[in-house]
């Protein structure tokens, strides 16, 4: 089982450029998330989504958008991409959106530079 | 405003000795609070879980308070050993959604 994919495993980007974060997770979960996690600022929620075919916005998603076409999959893209977009970002998954303490499930990471 | 801290300062710690990390928290009243472990390079792991109605929760060398009126959780690692140095991430759950606030982190260095 693989838990939770994400590609590419980093980035260089040029600035204004249009860029598509890919996350898959096959654990069947309801709730899938996007964080990026800045040094000194922690994990910071950018877009969630309690199930398919429903988005939230979290605490930083400005220049972020995300779809849910189905359960598996949960792609994050950065539509013209800046310098401050320069960050480690996590994609994570949970069997519950229902308020129920379900722990959440992190993939490894995509390391994003924007030049 | 809502703010979980998290000792910036790295726990220097003796192999054998026992760590422990605090999460303080204000204007949060949170249903659950979890502790995660976070090694260079890889995404959060979940470690331990522990409820608003519960004080203590252990699972092996590890151990969980929780504090509702200090608003605080202890994180304690006994017998510590090397490869216990990692970062270690405290979140808290509101009640009704599943969404988790992180604190940022302290680094605990087991020295051999």
């Known amino acids: 089982i693989a838990g939770i994919t994400q590609a590419p495993t980093s980035q260089i980007l040029a600035a204004g450029r249009r860029m598509t974060l890919r996350c898959t997770q096959d654990m069947r979960h309801n709730a899938m998330y996007w964080y990026r996690q800045d040094l000194g600022l922690g994990l910071r929620l950018i877009h969630y989504s309690n199930t398919a075919g429903t988005t939230g916005k979290g605490e930083v998603p400005d220049g972020y958008s995300v779809s849910r076409a189905n359960t598996d999959d949960f792609p994050l893209t950065l539509a013209s991409a800046v310098p401050s977009q320069t960050s480690v970002y996590f994609c994570?998954?949970?069997?519950?959106?229902?308020?129920?303490?379900?722990?959440?499930?992190f993939g490894p990471g995509t390391r994003l530079l924007v030049l | 405003s809502q703010k979980i801290e998290q000792n910036s300062e790295a726990l220097n710690i003796q192999e054998g000795k026992t760590a422990t990390l605090t999460c303080n928290y204000t204007n949060y009243s949170p249903a659950y609070l979890q502790w995660y472990r976070q090694d260079p390079g890889r995404g959060p792991v979940f470690l331990l879980l522990i409820r608003e109605n519960e004080k203590e929760k252990r699972k092996e060398r590890l151990k969980v308070t929780f504090d509702t009126t200090l608003k605080q959780s202890l994180f304690h690692i006994t017998a510590s050993q090397p490869a216990d140095s990692a970062t270690y991430l405290c979140?808290?759950?509101?009640?009704?959604?599943?969404?988790?606030?992180f604190g940022k982190g302290n680094q605990v260095v087991v020295i051999p």
């Open positions: 979140a808290l759950q509101p009640y009704g959604n599943n969404r988790l606030a």
């Open positions: 994570a998954s949970s069997d519950s959106a229902s308020g129920s303490p379900e722990t959440q499930y």
